[in-house]
Protein backbone atom coordinates (compact mmCIF):
# COMPACT_ATOMS: atom_id res chain seq x y z
CA UNK A 1 0.00 0.00 0.00
CA UNK A 2 1.39 2.94 -0.95
CA UNK A 3 1.09 6.35 0.80
CA UNK A 4 2.28 9.31 1.51
CA UNK A 5 4.74 9.66 3.60
CA UNK A 6 4.99 13.86 4.79
CA UNK A 7 7.66 15.49 6.91
CA UNK A 8 6.26 18.86 7.62
CA UNK A 9 7.75 22.07 9.24
CA UNK A 10 5.97 23.95 11.27
CA UNK A 11 2.48 23.13 9.64
CA UNK A 12 3.76 25.37 6.93
CA UNK A 13 5.57 23.64 4.25
CA UNK A 14 5.73 19.85 3.32
CA UNK A 15 7.91 17.53 1.26
CA UNK A 16 6.53 13.95 0.58
CA UNK A 17 7.46 10.94 -0.82
CA UNK A 18 5.32 8.36 -2.21
CA UNK A 19 6.12 5.73 0.03
CA UNK A 20 5.41 1.84 1.36
CA UNK A 21 6.19 0.69 4.49
CA UNK A 22 9.35 -1.59 4.96
CA UNK A 23 9.86 -1.42 9.06
CA UNK A 24 8.47 1.58 11.48
CA UNK A 25 9.48 0.95 15.14
CA UNK A 26 9.45 3.27 18.18
CA UNK A 27 12.75 2.81 19.82
CA UNK A 28 14.24 4.23 22.97
CA UNK A 29 14.67 7.54 21.19
CA UNK A 30 12.95 8.25 18.46
CA UNK A 31 10.24 6.54 16.28
CA UNK A 32 12.34 4.83 13.02
CA UNK A 33 10.90 4.60 9.80
CA UNK A 34 12.07 2.36 6.62
CA UNK A 35 9.88 3.15 3.59
CA UNK A 36 10.54 1.57 0.04
CA UNK A 37 9.54 4.70 -2.47
CA UNK A 38 9.79 4.31 -6.68
CA UNK A 39 12.16 7.77 -6.80
CA UNK A 40 14.73 7.51 -3.68
CA UNK A 41 14.66 3.86 -3.40
CA UNK A 42 14.98 2.85 0.53
CA UNK A 43 14.14 5.92 2.30
CA UNK A 44 15.53 6.46 6.47
CA UNK A 45 13.26 9.10 8.69
CA UNK A 46 13.41 9.23 12.64
CA UNK A 47 10.72 10.91 14.00
CA UNK A 48 9.21 11.35 10.33
CA UNK A 49 12.21 13.60 9.08
CA UNK A 50 13.80 12.28 6.63
CA UNK A 51 17.53 11.14 6.43
CA UNK A 52 18.84 9.52 3.75
CA UNK A 53 17.74 7.51 1.25
CA UNK A 54 19.26 5.09 -1.51
CA UNK A 55 19.48 7.69 -4.53
CA UNK A 56 21.07 10.46 -2.46
CA UNK A 57 22.55 9.38 0.23
CA UNK A 58 25.57 10.25 -2.03
CA UNK A 59 25.32 14.29 -1.55
CA UNK A 60 25.23 14.65 1.72
CA UNK A 61 27.76 12.22 3.13
CA UNK A 62 30.09 13.13 0.45
CA UNK A 63 29.91 16.67 1.77
CA UNK A 64 30.24 15.73 5.25
CA UNK A 65 32.98 13.76 5.00
CA UNK A 66 35.41 14.75 1.82
CA UNK A 67 36.20 18.47 2.34
CA UNK A 68 37.32 17.32 6.14
CA UNK A 69 39.33 14.39 4.70
CA UNK A 70 40.96 15.95 2.16
CA UNK A 71 42.17 18.80 4.23
CA UNK A 72 43.12 17.34 7.81
CA UNK A 73 46.55 17.61 8.45
CA UNK A 74 46.64 13.30 9.16
CA UNK A 75 43.52 10.79 8.24
CA UNK A 76 44.60 7.88 10.50
CA UNK A 77 41.80 7.81 12.63
CA UNK A 78 38.59 9.16 12.73
CA UNK A 79 35.14 9.33 15.10
CA UNK A 80 31.64 10.05 13.54
CA UNK A 81 29.26 10.65 16.60
CA UNK A 82 25.62 9.75 15.11
CA UNK A 83 25.95 8.40 11.16
CA UNK A 84 23.99 5.07 12.55
CA UNK A 85 22.68 4.13 8.68
CA UNK A 86 26.68 3.63 8.06
CA UNK A 87 26.83 6.24 5.05
CA UNK A 88 29.72 8.50 6.58
CA UNK A 89 31.50 5.55 7.49
CA UNK A 90 31.72 4.25 4.27
CA UNK A 91 33.12 7.23 2.79
CA UNK A 92 35.78 7.48 5.37
CA UNK A 93 37.29 3.75 5.06
CA UNK A 94 37.41 4.61 1.50
CA UNK A 95 40.98 6.13 2.36
CA UNK A 96 43.51 3.90 2.55
CA UNK A 97 45.46 6.20 4.92
CA UNK A 98 42.82 5.63 7.13
CA UNK A 99 43.64 2.97 10.56
CA UNK A 100 41.14 3.63 13.09
CA UNK A 101 37.15 4.99 12.26
CA UNK A 102 35.03 5.03 16.07
CA UNK A 103 31.08 5.20 15.20
CA UNK A 104 29.53 6.58 18.68
CA UNK A 105 25.27 6.20 17.89
CA UNK A 106 23.24 6.47 20.49
CA UNK A 107 20.41 4.30 19.21
CA UNK A 108 21.30 0.64 18.51
CA UNK A 109 18.06 -0.34 16.76
CA UNK A 110 18.62 2.92 13.84
CA UNK A 111 21.94 0.31 13.45
CA UNK A 112 20.52 -2.47 13.74
CA UNK A 113 17.34 -1.33 10.90
CA UNK A 114 19.92 0.03 8.83
CA UNK A 115 22.11 -2.93 8.50
CA UNK A 116 19.16 -5.21 7.45
CA UNK A 117 17.20 -2.85 5.02
CA UNK A 118 19.92 -0.23 3.79
CA UNK A 119 22.51 -2.15 3.06
CA UNK A 120 23.00 -0.69 -0.31
CA UNK A 121 24.38 2.71 2.11
CA UNK A 122 26.27 0.71 5.27
CA UNK A 123 28.35 -1.65 2.97
CA UNK A 124 31.66 -1.05 5.28
CA UNK A 125 29.85 -2.28 8.08
CA UNK A 126 32.30 -5.24 7.90
CA UNK A 127 35.59 -3.45 7.45
CA UNK A 128 38.02 -4.51 10.51
CA UNK A 129 39.17 -0.84 10.73
CA UNK A 130 35.80 0.34 12.21
CA UNK A 131 34.69 0.12 16.00
CA UNK A 132 31.07 0.39 16.39
CA UNK A 133 29.89 1.76 19.77
CA UNK A 134 26.37 2.24 20.67
CA UNK A 135 26.22 5.01 23.31
CA UNK A 136 25.80 8.50 23.68
CA UNK A 137 27.85 10.99 22.04
CA UNK A 138 27.70 14.03 24.19
CA UNK A 139 29.04 11.62 26.87
CA UNK A 140 31.83 10.39 24.19
CA UNK A 141 33.28 13.78 23.63
CA UNK A 142 33.19 14.93 26.96
CA UNK A 143 34.72 11.84 28.96
CA UNK A 144 36.46 9.16 26.38
CA UNK A 145 40.14 8.37 26.81
CA UNK A 146 41.12 7.81 24.08
CA UNK A 147 43.82 9.00 21.26
CA UNK A 148 43.38 11.98 19.31
CA UNK A 149 41.23 12.35 15.86
CA UNK A 150 42.50 13.64 12.81
CA UNK A 151 38.41 13.91 12.09
CA UNK A 152 36.08 14.11 14.25
CA UNK A 153 32.30 14.05 12.33
CA UNK A 154 29.01 15.13 13.71
CA UNK A 155 26.01 12.89 11.60
CA UNK A 156 23.07 14.23 13.44
CA UNK A 157 19.79 14.23 13.58
CA UNK A 158 18.20 18.28 13.94
CA UNK A 159 19.02 19.78 17.45
CA UNK A 160 15.64 18.30 18.51
CA UNK A 161 14.68 15.09 20.40
CA UNK A 162 17.93 12.85 21.38
CA UNK A 163 20.22 14.90 19.15
CA UNK A 164 19.64 18.28 21.16
CA UNK A 165 22.62 17.81 22.97
CA UNK A 166 24.77 17.54 19.78
CA UNK A 167 24.41 21.27 18.96
CA UNK A 168 26.35 22.80 22.09
CA UNK A 169 29.08 24.88 23.50
CA UNK A 170 29.81 21.81 26.06
CA UNK A 171 29.57 19.55 23.41
CA UNK A 172 31.83 21.20 20.49
CA UNK A 173 34.15 21.82 23.22
CA UNK A 174 34.69 18.13 23.55
CA UNK A 175 34.90 17.49 20.53
CA UNK A 176 37.49 20.01 20.09
CA UNK A 177 38.96 17.99 23.04
CA UNK A 178 39.42 15.16 20.95
CA UNK A 179 41.04 16.46 17.71
CA UNK A 180 44.81 16.25 17.38
CA UNK A 181 47.20 18.83 15.93
CA UNK A 182 45.82 19.70 12.27
CA UNK A 183 42.58 18.28 12.86
CA UNK A 184 39.16 19.36 11.41
CA UNK A 185 35.67 19.30 13.31
CA UNK A 186 32.54 18.82 10.55
CA UNK A 187 29.43 18.64 11.12
CA UNK A 188 26.03 19.13 9.43
CA UNK A 189 24.42 22.50 10.57
CA UNK A 190 21.05 22.56 8.83
CA UNK A 191 18.91 24.27 5.92
CA UNK A 192 19.60 27.67 5.69
CA UNK A 193 16.51 28.52 4.02
CA UNK A 194 13.75 27.60 6.58
CA UNK A 195 16.71 26.97 9.94
CA UNK A 196 18.89 30.00 9.02
CA UNK A 197 18.51 31.18 12.73
CA UNK A 198 19.47 27.48 14.07
CA UNK A 199 22.71 27.69 11.67
CA UNK A 200 23.81 30.78 12.66
CA UNK A 201 23.28 29.73 16.41
CA UNK A 202 25.36 26.91 15.69
CA UNK A 203 28.45 29.05 13.72
CA UNK A 204 28.40 31.48 16.78
CA UNK A 205 29.13 28.67 18.99
CA UNK A 206 31.49 27.05 17.00
CA UNK A 207 33.16 30.33 16.52
CA UNK A 208 33.36 30.74 19.63
CA UNK A 209 35.90 27.51 20.53
CA UNK A 210 37.72 27.41 17.07
CA UNK A 211 40.05 29.15 15.43
CA UNK A 212 38.82 28.85 11.44
CA UNK A 213 34.99 28.33 10.93
CA UNK A 214 33.58 27.86 7.39
CA UNK A 215 30.07 26.84 6.60
CA UNK A 216 29.41 24.69 3.37
CA UNK A 217 26.60 24.46 1.20
CA UNK A 218 25.11 21.62 -1.30
CA UNK A 219 21.85 20.39 -2.12
CA UNK A 220 20.51 17.67 -0.02
CA UNK A 221 17.14 16.63 -2.52
CA UNK A 222 15.53 14.84 0.23
CA UNK A 223 15.73 17.21 2.65
CA UNK A 224 13.12 19.98 3.01
CA UNK A 225 13.70 23.39 0.65
CA UNK A 226 16.68 20.84 -0.81
CA UNK A 227 19.69 22.84 0.21
CA UNK A 228 21.56 22.24 3.12
CA UNK A 229 24.73 23.14 4.82
CA UNK A 230 27.94 21.79 6.41
CA UNK A 231 30.79 23.76 9.32
CA UNK A 232 34.13 23.03 9.24
CA UNK A 233 36.07 24.03 12.20
CA UNK A 234 39.72 23.93 12.86
CA UNK A 235 42.49 25.30 14.83
CA UNK A 236 45.01 24.19 12.97
CA UNK A 237 43.55 22.82 9.23
CA UNK A 238 42.46 25.16 6.03
CA UNK A 239 39.72 24.14 4.17
CA UNK A 240 41.24 25.37 1.11
CA UNK A 241 45.18 23.63 1.50
CA UNK A 242 44.27 20.45 -0.15
CA UNK A 243 45.81 17.12 -0.30
CA UNK A 244 46.65 16.50 -3.36
CA UNK A 245 47.11 12.94 -3.51
CA UNK A 246 44.15 12.64 -1.51
CA UNK A 247 41.72 14.81 -3.25
CA UNK A 248 42.85 12.98 -7.18
CA UNK A 249 42.14 9.13 -5.35
CA UNK A 250 39.21 10.34 -3.83
CA UNK A 251 37.28 12.47 -6.64
CA UNK A 252 36.99 9.46 -8.94
CA UNK A 253 35.38 7.34 -6.03
CA UNK A 254 32.53 10.30 -5.63
CA UNK A 255 29.11 10.80 -7.48
CA UNK A 256 28.73 14.64 -6.59
CA UNK A 257 32.23 15.97 -4.67
CA UNK A 258 35.08 17.02 -6.65
CA UNK A 259 37.69 19.49 -6.50
CA UNK A 260 35.57 22.37 -8.22
CA UNK A 261 32.84 21.37 -5.86
CA UNK A 262 34.84 21.64 -2.64
CA UNK A 263 35.85 25.23 -3.60
CA UNK A 264 32.43 26.35 -4.76
CA UNK A 265 30.95 24.67 -1.73
CA UNK A 266 32.24 27.24 0.16
CA UNK A 267 31.15 30.64 -1.56
CA UNK A 268 28.66 32.33 0.76
CA UNK A 269 25.61 33.85 -0.40
CA UNK A 270 25.65 37.60 0.46
CA UNK A 271 22.37 37.61 3.11
CA UNK A 272 24.09 34.30 4.74
CA UNK A 273 27.73 36.39 4.76
CA UNK A 274 25.65 39.36 6.03
CA UNK A 275 23.83 37.53 9.03
CA UNK A 276 27.55 36.01 9.76
CA UNK A 277 28.65 39.16 9.77
CA UNK A 278 25.88 40.47 12.39
CA UNK A 279 26.86 37.48 14.92
CA UNK A 280 30.54 37.94 14.84
CA UNK B 1 -8.92 29.06 4.72
CA UNK B 2 -5.61 27.51 4.89
CA UNK B 3 -5.09 24.58 2.66
CA UNK B 4 -2.02 22.49 1.41
CA UNK B 5 -1.16 23.41 -2.23
CA UNK B 6 1.15 20.91 -3.34
CA UNK B 7 2.91 20.47 -6.36
CA UNK B 8 3.51 16.92 -7.32
CA UNK B 9 5.84 15.17 -9.12
CA UNK B 10 4.60 11.87 -11.13
CA UNK B 11 2.83 11.35 -8.13
CA UNK B 12 6.29 10.35 -6.52
CA UNK B 13 7.21 13.26 -4.75
CA UNK B 14 5.41 16.21 -3.86
CA UNK B 15 5.86 19.84 -2.26
CA UNK B 16 3.20 21.62 -0.44
CA UNK B 17 3.14 25.35 0.52
CA UNK B 18 0.39 26.01 3.46
CA UNK B 19 -1.74 27.88 1.53
CA UNK B 20 -4.81 30.62 0.78
CA UNK B 21 -5.98 31.38 -2.28
CA UNK B 22 -5.89 35.32 -3.47
CA UNK B 23 -6.84 34.51 -6.83
CA UNK B 24 -7.36 31.37 -8.94
CA UNK B 25 -8.21 31.52 -13.25
CA UNK B 26 -7.81 29.62 -15.55
CA UNK B 27 -6.10 31.39 -18.74
CA UNK B 28 -6.32 30.95 -22.33
CA UNK B 29 -3.33 29.31 -22.13
CA UNK B 30 -2.61 27.58 -18.19
CA UNK B 31 -4.40 27.92 -14.89
CA UNK B 32 -2.80 30.82 -12.48
CA UNK B 33 -3.39 30.32 -9.01
CA UNK B 34 -1.89 33.26 -6.71
CA UNK B 35 -1.69 31.83 -3.53
CA UNK B 36 -1.06 33.88 0.07
CA UNK B 37 1.10 31.78 2.39
CA UNK B 38 3.44 31.66 5.82
CA UNK B 39 6.86 30.85 4.85
CA UNK B 40 7.00 32.46 1.61
CA UNK B 41 4.61 34.77 1.61
CA UNK B 42 2.78 36.19 -1.79
CA UNK B 43 3.42 32.78 -4.14
CA UNK B 44 2.81 32.47 -8.14
CA UNK B 45 2.04 28.71 -9.17
CA UNK B 46 0.82 27.77 -13.01
CA UNK B 47 -0.93 24.61 -13.89
CA UNK B 48 0.02 23.92 -10.40
CA UNK B 49 3.48 23.94 -10.60
CA UNK B 50 5.23 26.80 -8.27
CA UNK B 51 6.88 29.35 -10.35
CA UNK B 52 7.65 32.28 -7.53
CA UNK B 53 7.23 33.55 -4.10
CA UNK B 54 8.01 36.98 -3.02
CA UNK B 55 10.54 35.12 -0.35
CA UNK B 56 12.49 32.90 -2.32
CA UNK B 57 12.15 35.03 -5.69
CA UNK B 58 15.48 36.12 -5.46
CA UNK B 59 17.93 32.99 -5.86
CA UNK B 60 15.80 32.24 -9.05
CA UNK B 61 15.78 35.96 -10.54
CA UNK B 62 19.40 36.33 -9.56
CA UNK B 63 20.84 33.79 -11.19
CA UNK B 64 19.14 33.67 -14.15
CA UNK B 65 20.05 37.85 -14.82
CA UNK B 66 23.50 38.33 -13.43
CA UNK B 67 25.56 35.61 -14.83
CA UNK B 68 25.07 36.38 -18.61
CA UNK B 69 24.36 40.40 -17.34
CA UNK B 70 28.04 40.51 -16.02
CA UNK B 71 29.81 38.86 -18.74
CA UNK B 72 28.37 39.88 -21.92
CA UNK B 73 30.40 42.17 -23.69
CA UNK B 74 27.33 44.86 -24.25
CA UNK B 75 24.08 45.00 -22.15
CA UNK B 76 22.55 48.17 -23.52
CA UNK B 77 19.84 45.80 -25.35
CA UNK B 78 18.39 42.64 -23.49
CA UNK B 79 15.20 40.35 -23.98
CA UNK B 80 13.16 38.59 -21.90
CA UNK B 81 10.84 35.67 -23.65
CA UNK B 82 8.34 34.93 -20.98
CA UNK B 83 9.30 36.23 -17.07
CA UNK B 84 5.37 37.53 -16.77
CA UNK B 85 5.95 37.93 -12.90
CA UNK B 86 8.05 40.90 -13.64
CA UNK B 87 11.16 39.42 -11.59
CA UNK B 88 14.06 39.00 -14.44
CA UNK B 89 13.15 42.62 -15.78
CA UNK B 90 13.61 44.13 -12.29
CA UNK B 91 17.20 42.55 -11.82
CA UNK B 92 18.01 43.77 -15.77
CA UNK B 93 16.66 47.45 -15.08
CA UNK B 94 18.69 47.61 -12.25
CA UNK B 95 22.07 47.81 -14.61
CA UNK B 96 22.12 51.76 -15.75
CA UNK B 97 24.03 50.78 -18.50
CA UNK B 98 21.05 49.18 -20.35
CA UNK B 99 19.18 51.27 -22.33
CA UNK B 100 15.97 48.79 -23.66
CA UNK B 101 14.26 45.97 -21.93
CA UNK B 102 11.55 43.81 -24.32
CA UNK B 103 10.25 41.17 -22.59
CA UNK B 104 7.44 39.14 -24.83
CA UNK B 105 5.49 36.76 -22.50
CA UNK B 106 2.43 34.76 -24.10
CA UNK B 107 -0.03 35.05 -21.64
CA UNK B 108 -1.18 38.44 -20.62
CA UNK B 109 -3.50 37.07 -17.61
CA UNK B 110 0.00 36.24 -15.90
CA UNK B 111 0.96 39.70 -16.27
CA UNK B 112 -2.07 41.78 -15.09
CA UNK B 113 -2.50 38.82 -12.07
CA UNK B 114 0.87 39.21 -10.96
CA UNK B 115 1.61 43.25 -11.56
CA UNK B 116 -2.21 43.43 -9.43
CA UNK B 117 -0.66 40.72 -6.77
CA UNK B 118 2.92 40.28 -6.49
CA UNK B 119 3.70 43.99 -6.93
CA UNK B 120 6.78 42.98 -4.35
CA UNK B 121 8.39 40.93 -7.25
CA UNK B 122 7.80 43.15 -9.92
CA UNK B 123 8.73 46.47 -9.23
CA UNK B 124 10.23 47.48 -12.62
CA UNK B 125 6.81 47.52 -14.67
CA UNK B 126 6.86 51.53 -14.82
CA UNK B 127 10.65 51.86 -16.35
CA UNK B 128 10.40 53.42 -19.24
CA UNK B 129 13.43 51.73 -20.63
CA UNK B 130 10.54 48.66 -20.59
CA UNK B 131 8.69 47.35 -23.41
CA UNK B 132 6.15 44.99 -23.09
CA UNK B 133 4.84 42.67 -25.82
CA UNK B 134 2.22 40.09 -25.09
CA UNK B 135 2.57 37.09 -27.76
CA UNK B 136 4.46 34.09 -28.70
CA UNK B 137 7.98 33.91 -28.02
CA UNK B 138 8.86 31.29 -30.14
CA UNK B 139 7.34 33.47 -33.32
CA UNK B 140 8.94 36.33 -31.96
CA UNK B 141 12.75 34.31 -31.19
CA UNK B 142 12.06 33.16 -34.91
CA UNK B 143 10.63 36.29 -37.19
CA UNK B 144 10.96 39.49 -35.30
CA UNK B 145 12.90 42.02 -37.35
CA UNK B 146 14.60 44.42 -34.55
CA UNK B 147 17.94 45.64 -33.83
CA UNK B 148 20.22 42.58 -32.20
CA UNK B 149 20.59 42.21 -28.14
CA UNK B 150 23.46 41.88 -25.81
CA UNK B 151 21.13 39.42 -23.21
CA UNK B 152 18.22 37.25 -23.94
CA UNK B 153 16.57 35.01 -21.30
CA UNK B 154 14.58 32.61 -21.01
CA UNK B 155 12.25 32.50 -18.45
CA UNK B 156 10.00 29.70 -19.25
CA UNK B 157 7.75 26.86 -17.78
CA UNK B 158 8.54 23.32 -17.47
CA UNK B 159 8.92 22.55 -21.12
CA UNK B 160 5.58 20.94 -21.32
CA UNK B 161 2.34 22.97 -21.71
CA UNK B 162 2.27 26.72 -23.43
CA UNK B 163 6.35 26.65 -23.16
CA UNK B 164 6.70 23.33 -24.64
CA UNK B 165 8.18 25.08 -28.05
CA UNK B 166 10.55 26.86 -25.60
CA UNK B 167 13.20 24.34 -25.17
CA UNK B 168 13.74 23.20 -28.76
CA UNK B 169 16.33 23.33 -31.30
CA UNK B 170 14.35 25.84 -33.93
CA UNK B 171 13.80 28.32 -30.86
CA UNK B 172 17.49 28.54 -29.62
CA UNK B 173 18.33 29.47 -32.92
CA UNK B 174 15.68 32.22 -33.47
CA UNK B 175 17.49 33.18 -29.87
CA UNK B 176 21.12 32.90 -31.44
CA UNK B 177 19.46 35.17 -34.50
CA UNK B 178 18.64 37.67 -32.21
CA UNK B 179 21.89 38.13 -30.03
CA UNK B 180 24.57 40.57 -31.60
CA UNK B 181 28.25 39.98 -31.14
CA UNK B 182 29.71 39.32 -27.83
CA UNK B 183 26.11 38.12 -26.38
CA UNK B 184 24.22 35.93 -24.28
CA UNK B 185 21.73 33.57 -24.00
CA UNK B 186 21.00 32.08 -20.46
CA UNK B 187 17.80 30.03 -19.56
CA UNK B 188 16.40 28.14 -16.59
CA UNK B 189 17.33 24.52 -17.43
CA UNK B 190 15.31 22.51 -15.38
CA UNK B 191 16.28 20.55 -12.07
CA UNK B 192 18.97 18.37 -11.87
CA UNK B 193 17.99 15.36 -9.86
CA UNK B 194 14.26 15.02 -11.20
CA UNK B 195 14.68 16.47 -14.42
CA UNK B 196 18.20 15.08 -15.28
CA UNK B 197 17.47 13.82 -18.34
CA UNK B 198 15.28 17.04 -19.47
CA UNK B 199 18.49 19.21 -18.52
CA UNK B 200 20.61 16.64 -20.67
CA UNK B 201 18.36 17.19 -23.76
CA UNK B 202 18.54 21.21 -23.24
CA UNK B 203 21.89 21.11 -23.22
CA UNK B 204 22.71 19.17 -26.39
CA UNK B 205 20.17 21.24 -28.52
CA UNK B 206 22.33 24.17 -27.13
CA UNK B 207 25.47 22.49 -27.86
CA UNK B 208 24.58 22.01 -31.18
CA UNK B 209 23.94 25.84 -31.88
CA UNK B 210 26.26 27.85 -29.66
CA UNK B 211 30.24 27.65 -29.49
CA UNK B 212 30.02 28.00 -25.65
CA UNK B 213 27.80 26.28 -23.13
CA UNK B 214 27.44 26.21 -19.80
CA UNK B 215 25.14 25.02 -16.93
CA UNK B 216 24.70 26.75 -14.35
CA UNK B 217 23.46 25.40 -10.45
CA UNK B 218 21.88 27.01 -7.31
CA UNK B 219 18.88 26.81 -4.92
CA UNK B 220 15.59 27.35 -5.49
CA UNK B 221 13.74 26.64 -2.07
CA UNK B 222 10.04 26.27 -3.95
CA UNK B 223 11.12 24.12 -6.79
CA UNK B 224 10.59 20.54 -6.45
CA UNK B 225 13.77 19.24 -4.71
CA UNK B 226 15.34 23.12 -4.21
CA UNK B 227 18.33 22.89 -6.54
CA UNK B 228 17.78 24.47 -10.08
CA UNK B 229 20.00 24.82 -13.18
CA UNK B 230 20.25 27.42 -15.61
CA UNK B 231 22.54 27.73 -18.51
CA UNK B 232 24.59 29.94 -20.11
CA UNK B 233 25.14 29.48 -23.79
CA UNK B 234 27.29 32.09 -26.21
CA UNK B 235 28.96 32.38 -29.00
CA UNK B 236 31.52 35.34 -28.24
CA UNK B 237 31.74 35.55 -24.37
CA UNK B 238 32.81 34.02 -21.54
CA UNK B 239 31.06 33.35 -18.09
CA UNK B 240 34.90 33.84 -16.51
CA UNK B 241 35.41 36.98 -17.96
CA UNK B 242 33.79 38.91 -15.96
CA UNK B 243 32.72 43.10 -16.14
CA UNK B 244 34.32 44.55 -12.62
CA UNK B 245 32.60 47.39 -12.78
CA UNK B 246 28.94 46.13 -13.26
CA UNK B 247 30.06 43.16 -11.16
CA UNK B 248 31.13 45.49 -7.95
CA UNK B 249 27.75 47.23 -8.71
CA UNK B 250 25.73 44.48 -8.40
CA UNK B 251 26.61 42.48 -6.07
CA UNK B 252 25.75 45.00 -3.38
CA UNK B 253 21.88 44.88 -4.46
CA UNK B 254 21.93 41.37 -4.32
CA UNK B 255 20.70 38.99 -1.64
CA UNK B 256 22.12 35.25 -3.16
CA UNK B 257 24.47 36.20 -6.13
CA UNK B 258 27.85 37.64 -6.05
CA UNK B 259 31.38 37.24 -7.70
CA UNK B 260 32.14 34.19 -5.47
CA UNK B 261 28.80 32.56 -5.93
CA UNK B 262 28.91 33.84 -9.57
CA UNK B 263 32.35 31.19 -10.28
CA UNK B 264 30.87 28.53 -7.51
CA UNK B 265 27.42 28.63 -9.72
CA UNK B 266 29.34 26.78 -12.84
CA UNK B 267 31.22 23.87 -10.59
CA UNK B 268 29.87 20.79 -12.03
CA UNK B 269 29.15 17.71 -9.91
CA UNK B 270 30.73 14.91 -11.26
CA UNK B 271 27.72 12.71 -12.02
CA UNK B 272 26.57 16.02 -14.12
CA UNK B 273 30.43 16.04 -15.66
CA UNK B 274 30.30 12.04 -16.67
CA UNK B 275 26.30 12.68 -17.97
CA UNK B 276 27.26 15.76 -20.17
CA UNK B 277 30.57 13.85 -21.26
CA UNK B 278 27.99 11.36 -22.66
CA UNK B 279 26.14 13.76 -24.68
CA UNK B 280 28.89 15.34 -25.74
Given at each position: ??????E???D???????S?????????????D????????R?L????????????????????????????????????????D???V???L??PE??K???????G???E??????????T?W???????????G?D?????????F?????????????????????F??????????????A?????????L?????I?????????T???Y????????T?S?S??Y?????????I?????????????Y??????????A?????????????
Amino acid sequence: MSFWYDETFEDKIRFGIKSRTLLSKQSEFQKIDILDTDLFGRTLALDEKYMTSEKDEFYYHEMLVHPPMTTAKRIERALVIGGGDGGAVRELLRYPEVKKVVMVEIDGQVIEACRELLPAIGTAWNDPRLEVIVGDGVDYAKNALVEPFDVVLLDGCDPIGPAEGLFNIDFYKGCRRLLGEGGVFALQSESPVVFLETFLKILKNLKSIFKTVHPYFGPVPIYITGSWSWTYATDSAHPFIIDEKRMSRIEKTCKYYNRDIHRAAFALPTYIRKAIDQIS
